[in-house]
């Protein structure tokens, strides 16, 4: 009897479960706008379900994350010629230094930055190939003095690299680049210009040591 009893408990249960299925959202997130977001839907005008455009790769975010605090890099765009080393003194060679290097920039709360640089400007199928790391005048100061010399002036080195703030106004950037201009920068490369992929050694590009051009 007590076996039949089971049985029929282990039946209804299986019976329930089949009519009754809830399903809960993934631990961490809230079904609202935010959410709907992060997987590219929106709501029409009458209330029905919109897909929006992928920001990123579906295969490799699946559920379009964002991790706002890695997404930084537009506090500040700095376009500068005379950031790419040419590798002769051909005029195909030199010609790299008047190639527009992109520098999309965070800041950070200790007064320095860290700029993603483009030579191709920021679509989504750019790829950076190297970092300029910013500091201020006091703490280049701070550096030993065997290192000072893989770091440049902005102040000296703004005009001759033709820098420009395009997102910004120009009393915007009247206003800014003063404060740039005390501050220092080094620029580490992984990537030269040309190459299919990152070949051989990331290496320190002296900008301050780079030859002139009109």
Known sequence: MKNIMLISVIALYLALCAVWSPTFPDAGHVHDHEHDHEHGHGH??????????????ETFNPRQK??????GFNDLHIQAIRHIRPEGKSETELSKLDVIVHHHCKAYDDGT??????????KDQDKPIGFEYIITAAQFAKLP???KEYWHYHKTELS???AT???????EATKLLPVISETYGKVVYFWKM???????????????ELPERN
Do not use: W
């Open 44 to 57: 029409g005008e009458n209330g029905s379900s919109v897909d929006k455009p992928k920001l990123y790769n």
């Open 66 to 71: 964002e991790y706002p605090n890695h997404l």
């Open 113 to 122: 930055l860290t700029c993603l640089m483009f030579h191709s400007g920021m």
């Open 145 to 147: 003095e065997n290192e």
């Open 160 to 162: 001759r690299a033709k």
């Open 165 to 171: 703030l395009p997102d910004l106004t120009a009393d």
């Open 194 to 208: 040309g190459d299919k992929y990152p070949i051989g050694e990331p290496f320190i590009l002296k900008i301050h």
